[in-house]
């Protein structure tokens, strides 16, 4: 299925590992020309050169923190005028709630609420006046159902898809879709952090706790960030502009709804 993307050109997040770099390859081999940030210039400058043996196609790497106003600045000077956003950010740290302070709170918001905010307010006029923008939000399944040990990523993300369920029915009209999408299960150092946590907390192996989260998923395993990058791609489509305002849950089916 071709897109419609060829040519077009895409800020993608946090994309020298895990979700965020498979996004970027989905949209490369779409022939859509790249700029992706992370904090640390050594790892993401690598994935670019990746990308660009992959997919052949021109990716710019942008390192910086896209929590903060001057790594923002640096992935917009880079590209001015983006067709495609993809808001994406580590998240905040497991634990418990009790051990949080008002500035791990304040990090929180800011790196997983505000700092994409920001991004679509940056970019969002411009993609109007083109008639042309897709902004895909990589969230979490705990926006669905939260995890007690993820509660800094449940409320930040929560507010951002409130925010951004408002905006999106704004903008529609002008063929600018925004969407969301919540992983649940994939394979990513994230997922492992937070099984490594639960190991320590439970004194268990690490490997146990993976092999049970598999098998108390529907689909029996977890998920493959390429999976994950297909999905993002398909949502930034040309041919996608009826989707509007959504919350796509990719988790294997662990979320156990008739509706979701």
């Known amino acids: 299925m071709d897109l419609g993307l060829q040519g077009k050109k895409a800020i993608v997040c946090a994309a020298s ?36 043996q992959m997919t052949g196609a021109k ?35 497991f634990g418990d709630f009790r051990e949080w302070d008002r500035d791990m709170w304040i990090k929180a918001v800011d790196g ?33 159902s939260p995890i007690a040990q993820l509660g800094m990523s449940n409320g930040a ?12 029915r704004q903008v529609a009209h002008h063929n600018v879709v925004i969407n969301n999408i919540l992983p649940g299960p994939f394979l990513t150092d994230r997922l492992r952090g937070g099984l490594r946590e ?30 994950f990058g297909d999905a993002c791609a398909f949502l930034c489509s040309a041919k996608i502009g009826f989707i509007v305002g959504q919350n796509l849950l990719l988790d294997g089916g662990a979320f156990n709804s008739a509706s979701t």
């Open 17 to 52: 590992k895990g979700l965020g770099r498979a996004c970027a390859i989905a949209l490369a081999r779409e022939g859509v020309d790249v700029t992706i940030t992370a904090r640390t210039a050594a790892v993401l400058e690598e994935t670019a050169a990746e990308i660009r």
């Open 59 to 93: 990716v710019i790497a942008v390192a910086g923190d896209i929590a903060s106003e001057d790594g923002r600045a640096a992935a917009l000077a880079a590209c001015p005028s983006p067709d495609i956003l993809v808001n994406n950010n580590g998240g905040p740290p």
């Open 112 to 144: 997983n609420m505000l700092a994409p905010i920001f991004m679509i307010k940056a970019v969002i006029d411009g993609m109007i006046e083109r008639k042309f923008g897709r902004i895909v939000n990589i969230t979490s399944a705990s926006v669905k």
């Open 157 to 168: 993300r929560a507010g951002l898809t409130g925010f951004v369920a408002g905006l999106a």
């Open 198 to 227: 639960a190991a320590r907390q439970s004194n268990r192996p690490v490997d146990d706790l993976i092999q049970e989260r598999q098998a108390n998923t529907p689909a029996r395993r977890a998920g493959d960030p390429a999976e």
